[in-house]
């Protein structure tokens, strides 16, 4: 895969873009007047990089839908005014054929639309031959393949300079987070694809402006390159995702409290990670000899169930157990979360191995 680590947009050489990279502006344009009074907010916030949703793909219909391309020409205002490069969502042909007749300097492939491989692929043909960056949001559901998929499907299409953008995944958990972050899933796709710049999209993560903050420390921790931030002059009058947009002015703020540490270890202070993390190494390796003990244990188990005729799951065992651990993890402030999923993995782990057990021979 050819991916451009260079995100200079194509229209505009002499934009600098360094780490964070940050793309802001509201989630959807409203009005001429909407746009560039949050595009000189967020100029004047140091970004380069303005942000607007002309066609809306909303969850439920007759929710506002985007003004189509009637906003367009407001972004020409923004460029002109502001000096800013625009970028907005493109999920079909037609979209991809109206921002490039209308000038935008970069496009997005929204979570709904990198699902389904039918819709980026029309995108990628119709991006044949043309050089403009696209940014490729993660799928609605945490599949890492499906994002490389879409990621490649535009890289064929001779598109290099490309972007990730990740913005949560839908789940059916309750939970703090309107998309939860599973921030594995990025981490996965850059160990996959190292040359691609990675932003992380906090306003659709956290659904309400109060969590945008540390999922931006978060983002920059994990040596991310960018965060793309919903930004609108008046938030609470917004006609979509209205929660979640912040202020240029409140924007501004979250990116001056952002804490930008080293991705390179220095020399001096290798050493004594390198302890550490030898300390870590040896842990680890204890650990997997101890699930392999455990999971000894597991099959005498399976064996015994097996010759007596006795089902793998008991759930009364099942729940006594995970309540047990509960307790155990709570004394040493290991979070119920954490516990929860670590038992249900061995858990499901020792199924398995039952299961294949049961069915020998
Ligand atoms: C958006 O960026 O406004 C948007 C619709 O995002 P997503 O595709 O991540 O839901
Ligand atoms: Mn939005």
Not at 297 to 319: A, F, S
Request: glycine share 6%; with cysteine; hydrophobic share 40%.
């Amino acid at each position: 895969m050819v991916v451009d680590v260079d995100l200079k947009p194509i229209n505009s050489d002499e934009v600098d873009l360094k780490r964070p990279i940050i793309v802001a502006g509201p989630c959807s344009a409203e009005s001429e007047e909407q746009m560039l009074e949050t595009a000189k907010g967020v100029a004047a916030a140091g970004v380069k990089i303005f942000r607007a949703g002309i066609w809306k793909p909303r969850t439920r219909p007759n929710a506002f839908e985007g003004v189509g391309t009637e906003g367009l020409k407001w972004f020409k205002t923004v460029q002109k005014e502001t000096g800013l490069l625009v970028a907005t969502e493109v999920a079909n042909t037609k979209h991809v054929y109206e921002a490039l007749k209308y000038g935008v300097d970069i496009i997005w492939i929204g979570a709904r639309t990198s699902a389904n491989p039918f819709a980026v692929q029309d995108i990628a043909d119709s991006l044949r031959g043309v050089k403009i960056p696209v940014m490729i949001k993660n799928p609605v559901n945490p599949d890492v393949d499906l994002w490389v998929g879409a990621i490649e499907r535009i890289n064929n299409a001779g598109i290099q300079q490309i972007v990730a953008i990740h913005r949560g995944f839908s789940t059916y958990d309750k939970s703090i987070f309107r998309n939860a972050p599973h921030w594995q899933l990025p981490i996965e796709l850059r160990r996959r694809i190292p040359e691609i710049p990675m932003l992380t999209d906090p306003s659709h993560i956290a659904g309400k402006r109060e969590l945008i903050y540390d999922i931006c420390q978060k983002a920059m921790d994990l040596n991310f390159d960018g965060l793309i931030i919903e930004t609108h002059c008046n938030p609470d009058k917004a006609l979509s995702d209205a929660k979640q947009q912040v202020t240029p002015d409140a924007l501004k703020e979250i990116l001056g409290r952002l804490i930008l540490r080293d991705p390179e270890v220095k020399e001096q202070l290798m050493l004594s990670l390198a302890v550490m993390r030898d300390k870590i190494d040896k842990l680890d390796d204890k650990l997997i000899n101890l699930i392999d003990e455990r999971m000894s244990i597991v099959g005498e188990i399976g064996e015994y169930k097996k010759d007596n005729n006795i089902t793998i799951l008991q759930n009364k065992r099942w729940d006594d157990m995970l309540k047990n651990r509960l307790t155990l993890g709570n004394k040493h402030k290991l979070s119920e979360d954490f516990i929860t999923k670590l038992f249900s993995a061995i858990h499901q782990e020792s199924i398995n191995k039952q299961t294949t057990i049961m069915n020998e021979g």
